[in-house]
């Protein structure tokens, strides 16, 4: 049994804080309102986040960060990507020993550019820090809660602690696999969250299947390039974390990325979509900083860029499909192929989704 606290009592940290309990671990939960620590400790469930679901009455919820980490010999970061800059100096203020640090959340910050292990790396020094895994792939959190059956994967720059975390979390509704891209990893599930946006936005216009898979192909191909850009394997890309997470993402009505666009389609302003929803829309933060490192990479990325318009400057969302669709001609094998050329040395031993 492991000592895990898990920071941030949203969908998804409650979700993952019900797959460790199954797994007999000791789970402290942090929640960021007392209100929402009572109700967990209470009543074993968190009705704004996950409201058909009874918690195990193992979990243990609290609004002290300090308590939450006590005798911890894992932390899993569960808060929204624009959360982590404030939590983690906390975090390492309260931190007595070295911990294995896992994140779950999907996106990039917006400026700094930067991929969440990296702002990990910024905030929590070296000295209290075994590693750093990412955990990613396709996982509706209102599923997983309903140990229904989920595959993700988790990644490292040390494969024994990916291994240590893989263990932490396979059960036989959760499988766990590896992979030692980390970049892939935290990129594909950051970048989708921008695809699926799309995809809901589609839908909201009207538009049928044909326009969806066009967005989930050609959406792939420029998450793809983008990573591989930054150093990537592009075959993480048709893993959980790539495809797996896009066709979730961009399929389901559990999304809020996908349920936004479609609000985005049918009309509403983004303010009011975001007020609605009431939870976190990582896809808008992570297509701003999309599209500042397309620009500062010079990477094509012309789903991104039109999204971009769309969210921060007012441009109608069937003029972007438009302007898509009288893009210039492309040949598709030779765009696909230039994801390759010179930029990754395709070794198949240097990435293996195992087990
Ligand atoms: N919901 C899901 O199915 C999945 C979500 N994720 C990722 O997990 C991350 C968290 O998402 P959810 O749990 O779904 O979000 P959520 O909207 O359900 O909950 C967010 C939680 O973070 C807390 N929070 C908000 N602002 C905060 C701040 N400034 N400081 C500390 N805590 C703050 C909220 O109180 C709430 O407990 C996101 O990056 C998301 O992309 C990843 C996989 C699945
Ligand atoms: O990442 C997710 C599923 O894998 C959840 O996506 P949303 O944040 O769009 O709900």
């Not at 960021?32 to 918690?55: C, F, G, M, S, V």
């Not at 192909?217 to 974390?241: C, D, H, K, Q, V």
């Amino acid at each position: 049994m492991a000592k895990i606290a898990v920071i941030g009592a949203g969908s998804w940290g409650t979700a993952l804080a019900i797959v460790l309990a199954d797994n007999q671990h000791s789970v402290k939960l942090w929640a960021r309102r007392k209100e929402q620590a009572d109700e967990i400790n209470i009543t074993h469930t968190n009705k704004r986040y996950l409201p058909e679901i009874e918690l195990p009455e193992t979990i243990i919820a609290t609004d002290s960060l300090g308590e939450s980490l006590e005798g911890a010999e894992t932390v899993l970061l569960v808060t929204p990507t624009k959360a982590m800059r404030d939590v983690l100096p906390e975090i390492a203020s309260k931190l007595t020993k070295p911990v294995t640090i896992v994140h779950a959340s999907k996106g990039i910050e917006p400026d700094t550019l930067k991929r969440i292990s990296e702002v990990i790396k910024e905030e929590i020094p070296e000295s209290l820090r075994k590693s750093i895994v990412v955990l990613s792939g396709p996982s509706h959190a209102e599923e997983v809660s309903l140990r229904q059956p989920t595959t993700v994967t988790v990644s490292s720059d040390d494969q024994e602690e990916a291994e240590y975390v893989q263990d932490l979390f396979i059960n036989q509704n959760f499988r766990v696999y590896t992979n030692t891209d980390m970049i892939g990893v935290e990129l594909g599930g950051a970048l989708k969250n921008i695809i699926a946006l799309g995809a809901g936005m589609s839908d909201g216009l009207g538009y049928g299947d044909n326009a969806k898979a066009a967005l989930l192909t050609r959406g792939l191909a420029e998450i793809a390039r983008l990573g591989t850009y930054m150093g990537a394997n592009p075959l993480t890309f048709a893993g959980l974390s790539g495809i797996g997470d896009l066709v979730v993402t961009c399929t389901s009505v559990h999304s809020r990325n996908w349920r936004a666009g479609n609000m985005l389609g049918k009309g509403q302003k983004l303010d009011e979509v975001l007020e609605n929803m009431g939870m976190v829309v990582e896809g808008v933060r992570t297509t701003k900083a999309a599209h500042q490192l397309a620009k500062q990479q010079d990477v094509e990325m012309p789903i991104t860029n039109v999204l971009y318009d769309v969210l921060f400057n007012e441009k109608n969302p069937k003029q972007a499909v438009d302007e898509l669709m009288r893009r210039g001609k492309t040949d598709e094998v030779e765009d696909l192929t230039s994801l390759f050329a010179g930029r990754f040395v395709l070794d198949s031993s240097e990435t293996s989704e195992s087990q």
